[in-house]
């Protein structure tokens, strides 16, 4: 236990270890006493996001300690190549150098002043340079500081905006079937996860979801569209808005839609009045091979919501976008009571600011040397590879730098799936950090969510890891499925 520790990678080093193989990880695994500590102070006072505590607290544990390029190291000195960006936010790699400079430049000057009645110079200049990107209608930004942060007040901009344009009753959000926009309250209310937030249901504002179109073909767009139109056409009066991801609904497990369906939904939102909110959380900052995309679709919505790979994936920050002419909307005496009373303790934070400028910059350059589409081109060709034919997977869907695979026991019988018990996917992803990749699975669907830093040999990599960790979990001497790992019994082992 002591030899490992001491032959740990430390320092410089680190950044030169090789992959480990899976033998190697869990030799080494629960061997650090730092380690044991760590686990233990988990164990007693942390509560993570999205976990059953009680199973989380059994799987093996992970603690990442550095990242640098596509890779994150754990406090062994283990190297995983992230192929969840962090969860969708990294844009340039971890531990960037342009970054970095941009965000001590900063820190040198300020790394907190509040943008609540002051300003600062890198808000002023990231909302010129987000304006810059957006569709022309869009004329100004609200910064705050997360994902559902940005979907909320674009819902209660125009919440406001029809009270104080004498259409109070618009009040009904639309949503897409299976949307998913974030954990606040809004932000449910637009969303379709189903038992995922069914417990707050009863809490909602009134909210109706359009079927979603299942896949981009023509015949899914016309039923979808002509499901939405029905609906306006009764209900348009005291609808304020529609939420949707353009292209993709990236947490509902990579549901891609047709451009003729964002455009078709922009057109009936404005004939009926009814603002469109185009949540681009996900979709924005190259994972579609443009900074956002409802520009390269030509749509312009009422807001556009920015959040994730907005700050390079160093820090939060997010952003409303809207036009002058709702904003106009809000203009008044201070005693008129129009203002939009709403703001964070951290809005536009400076060094967050200051780095989401500077990987905006390194973006558009990516952007218009070809090289993020060539990236692109790499990442569906291996990953098209990896899963022809395989006889685990019922579905495949790709698009962007953004894909995913529906894990079944036998391809030819893809309606008949894994017993949720055996979180088929979740054992899938624990294998596949055992060989040095990092995934997150969504049930048993695998997605795939590389930096568009991702390089083809590091795609090539993903892909074969991958591979061997289903191979490992869904047909390897695991199977069947062991029960959960005993956290208790994990201390009493290495005591
Ligand atoms: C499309 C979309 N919208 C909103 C959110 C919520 O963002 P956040 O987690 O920063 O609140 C997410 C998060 O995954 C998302 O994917």
Not at 229 to 244: P, W, Y
Not at 303 to 321: E, Q, R, S, V
Not at 424 to 433: D, F, I, P, S
Not at 445 to 469: G, I
């Amino acid at each position: 236990m002591a030899k490992h520790a001491r032959n740990s990678p430390k320092g410089r080093d680190v950044f030169k270890t090789p992959d480990h193989s899976a033998s190697e990880h869990d030799a080494m695994a629960f061997r650090s006493p730092s380690e044991k500590n760590l686990r233990q102070l988990e164990a007693a006072h942390t509560w993570h996001p999205f976990a059953q505590m009680r199973e989380f607290l059994s799987y093996p544990p992970l603690f990442i300690e550095r990242a640098k390029g596509l890779h994150v190291y754990d406090t062994h000195g283990r190297r995983y190549l992230d192929a969840n960006s962090s969860l969708w936010t990294n844009v340039h790699g971890h531990n960037d150098n342009a970054l970095n400079a941009a965000l001590i430049r900063q820190l040198k000057k300020a790394a907190h002043t509040t943008w609540l009645g002051l300003s600062h110079p890198p808000a002023s200049e990231l909302a010129a340079a987000l304006i810059k990107e957006a569709p022309k209608k869009l004329a100004r930004v609200f910064f705050s500081d997360n994902g559902a942060g940005a979907i909320e007040i674009a819902i209660k901009q125009s919440w406001q905006y029809w009270m104080q344009t004498g259409f109070s009753q618009k009040q009904e959000i639309i949503g897409l079937t299976h949307g998913y926009h974030g954990d606040t309250l809004l932000c449910m209310a637009a969303g379709d996860s189903g038992d995922f937030h069914g417990k707050f249901k009863k809490f909602f504002p009134p909210a109706w979801h359009c079927p979603r179109p299942e896949n981009a073909s023509a015949a899914q767009t016309r039923k979808s569209l002509g499901a939405l139109e029905r609906h306006l056409k009764a209900h348009a009066k005291k609808t304020a808005c529609l939420v949707m991801e353009p292209l993709l609904q990236g947490s509902a497990g990579m549901y891609f839609h047709s451009p003729a369906f964002v455009r078709g939904v922009a057109r009936l939102c404005r004939q009926y009045r009814v603002h469109l909110i185009l949540d681009e959380v996900f979709t924005a900052f190259g994972r579609m091979g443009q900074v956002c995309v409802c520009k390269q679709l030509g749509v312009t919505p009422d807001f556009l919501c920015l959040a994730k790979g907005l700050g390079g994936g160093y820090l939060p920050i997010a952003a409303t976008l809207t036009s002058e002419d709702i904003y106009e909307a809000f203009l008044g005496r201070l005693e008129d009571g129009n203002a939009f009373i709403h703001g964070h303790t951290f809005t536009a934070n400076p060094l967050a600011c200051a780095v989401a400028l500077e990987s905006l910059k390194k973006l558009k350059k990516l952007i218009a040397h070809g090289t993020l589409k060539a990236r692109i081109k790499s990442f569906h060709k291996h990953f098209k590879a990896a899963f022809k034919n395989h006889p685990h997977v019922a579905a495949m869907r790709y698009g962007g730098l953004a894909a995913a695979v529906d894990l079944v026991p036998d391809a030819k019988r893809p309606h008949k799936k894994y017993p949720l018990g055996a979180r088929a996917g979740l054992q899938v992803c624990l294998e596949a950090r055992k060989r040095g990749l990092i995934l997150r699975p969504l049930g048993d669907t695998l997605l795939f969510v590389p930096s568009p830093a991702m390089k083809p040999a590091q795609h090539a990599q993903l892909f074969k890891k991958t591979l061997a960790a289903i191979a490992a979990a869904l047909d390897g001497k695991n199977k069947p499925f062991p029960d959960f790992y005993d956290y208790a019994s994990c201390f009493k082992d290495h005591d």
